[in-house]
């Protein structure tokens, strides 16, 4: 059955859609927008590392990653300037040095529109299987975690206070959210993937009631636009990638119009 | 620092020899070159009402941090007796409106408090309606209810308030402070608030603190409202608002949250304890 290239492609990235809803969520929540889009763009520059030192490139993207929330954190304890202007000066430096670094390894060729824009169609059987995997390690990840990470992102001070200790919670969200990029970035590219983190739980936010149901809905959310994205590529001959995401808007519009048509005053 | 000393208290076993539920001792912390607090020791014990007072930029709120943990000391130290259920009452919470909650769920979410426990917390604070509400939706004084229903329902043994009644209406700001004592005699907790509302706290509070970076007095409010220091800092009007409602305070609680007469009540070890004489602690 994985043998067809398309549903090679289709089995990714419903694996990938299923955990990119559950951390889009706290993404949305925790206002991690940028962040996110940060430690996305940090992945080239793990590429290129990874290309550099002739390691697995999934190990070079991750370990940069984890180093460039290390370094976020560090830079955060000097109160002079804002997170989001550390987030972008992070962002766009990592981003650049990966393509300088890219640019000089004149001895390799790397396809790097298929790391921007993601390359799900060339997806192999190995691939599926390592999603997959890894995916469901992380939402066996976030499952442990939800309850204290839920606490945390509603009420960090007082579940700090009252004897919760988010900092360790925190830092396990960051290395699944790592993770999770890691194993996204074939299927969308490393300047998309925070589209797939963020406009499938934007849209299952008006249906959901409690934040469990938000993360379910989220998954499935982002499987339809997947599904539907890569349809859609394959009869309008568009780029995979680019074509998930705007399969993921019109589901968002939709939900957009549904909510227009029920006001709420109150919940409850 | 707070924390390491946290943890070696929680090493040691049971409670605080004296007793206290929390207690500061030379409490001092600085940002940004500044001492926001400084040399700041007081201790809460079970059944025993602590109020902080003091004008804007005392460090009030900066103390109560402190003293749970969740701003970093840089002299001094806290202890907490082990094992102690906390209830925390945030000067503000903002709950992000793309979370998607309830009241009730809200209620639930760091302790696990039984369905019984979060309906009669709601009901005692007076929003016992909202309970499927969205949190998002309530209003400022609603809201101060809900974060203090929360808290009591997780039965603590320390309640601690930052401005808890900020937003409520004036009737309602009573009946929480009755509310508040009442806890404390049911649940025998000990209770630290900080607040402005003056003529209030001096009414039902055991002991009063006067902060201003530190510990400009302290005492039973019936000795605070009469001291120079607290007169300098609210002026003289401030002491006339403790006669408005003397006469509600006509009893004290021992440990055990059972009533003594005042007079017993104001023995030395009840007091919170001041850099300046700290011999009282003992």
Redesign the interface.
């Known amino acids: 059955m994985l043998d067809d290239f398309f549903v090679r492609a289709v089995a990714a990235g419903i694996g990938v859609a299923l955990v990119t809803g559950p951390l889009g969520c706290f993404v949305v929540w925790r206002r991690m927008a940028f962040f996110g889009d940060t430690m996305a763009h940090a992945a080239l520059l793990g590429v290129a590392l990874g290309i550099f030192l002739s390691v697995n490139l999934t190990v070079g993207v991750f370990a940069v990653m984890v180093a460039v929330a290390v370094a976020l954190s560090l830079l955060q304890r000097q109160h002079q300037l804002p997170s989001d202007a550390l987030l972008g000066i992070l962002a766009h430096a990592t981003l650049s040095l990966g393509l300088v670094l890219i640019a000089l390894m004149t001895w390799v060729r790397v396809d790097l529109m298929g790391y921007l824009f993601g390359d799900i169609l060339a997806v192999s059987a190995d691939d599926v299987m390592a999603i997959w995997i890894g995916g469901l390690a992380i939402l066996a990840g976030v499952c442990v975690i939800w309850r204290r990470l839920l606490a945390d992102t509603v009420a960090s001070d007082v579940a700090s206070a009252e004897g919760l200790s988010p900092e360790r919670v925190r830092l396990a969200f960051m290395v699944l959210l790592a993770a999770t990029i890691a194993i996204a970035m074939k299927l969308v590219g490393i300047l998309l993937i925070t589209a797939l983190l963020i406009i499938p739980a934007a849209t299952a936010r008006r249906f959901a009631r409690t934040p469990e149901a938000m993360a379910v809905l989220a998954a499935g959310i982002g499987a339809g636009a997947v599904a539907g994205g890569l349809f859609g590529s394959l009869h309008l001959d568009t780029p995979a990638g680019p074509s998930i995401v705007v399969a993921a808007l019109c589901l968002f519009l939709l939900s957009l119009a549904a909510g227009l048509g029920r006001p709420r005053a109150r919940e409850g | 620092m707070a924390l390491q000393h946290l943890t070696l208290q929680e090493a040691t076993g049971p409670a605080r020899p004296d007793g206290a539920l929390v207690a500061a001792h030379g409490l001092g912390v600085v940002r ?1 070159g500044r001492w926001l607090i400084r040399d700041v020791s007081l201790a809460v014990r079970p059944g025993e009402i602590v109020t902080i007072v003091g004008p804007n930029g005392a460090g009030k709120t900066t103390l109560l ?1 402190a003293m ?3 701003e970093r000391s840089d002299a001094g130290r806290v202890e907490r007796a082990s094992g102690l ?4 009452v ?1 000067q503000r ?1 903002a ?2 409106p ?6 009730r ?2 209620m639930t ?3 696990r408090s039984s369905r019984a426990a979060v309906d009669r917390a709601l009901y005692q604070v007076g929003i016992g309606h ?5 949190p998002q ?1 309530l209003s400022g004084g609603e809201f101060q209810r809900l974060l203090l229903a929360r808290a009591i329902s ?1 039965r603590p043994g320390l309640l ?1 308030l930052d401005e808890p009644v900020q937003g409520v209406d004036v009737q309602g700001e009573v009946a929480l402070y009755d509310l508040i004592a009442r806890l404390r005699d049911d649940l025998g907790c000990g209770v630290l608030l900080v607040s402005h509302d003056l003529h209030v706290v001096m009414a039902r509070t055991d002991t009063v603190v006067c902060l201003n970076g530190h510990v400009c007095c302290h005492g039973p409010p019936e000795t605070v409202a009469e001291s120079p220091e607290y007169r300098r800092l609210f002026g003289p009007r401030a002491a006339e608002t403790l006669a408005v409602y003397r006469h509600r305070h006509d009893h004290g609680h021992a440990a055990d949250g059972s009533v003594v007469p005042l007079a017993q009540r104001q023995e030395p070890a009840r007091k919170a304890t001041t850099g300046g004489n700290r011999d009282d602690a003992r």
Request: aromatic share 4%; net charge positive; proline share 6%.
């Open positions: 940004a941090r749970l943990g969740l259920t906390t209830g925390y945030p919470l709950i992000d793309a979370m998607p909650l309830t009241v769920r809200l979410l760091i302790g909202l309970a499927e509400a969205a939706t997780r601690v």
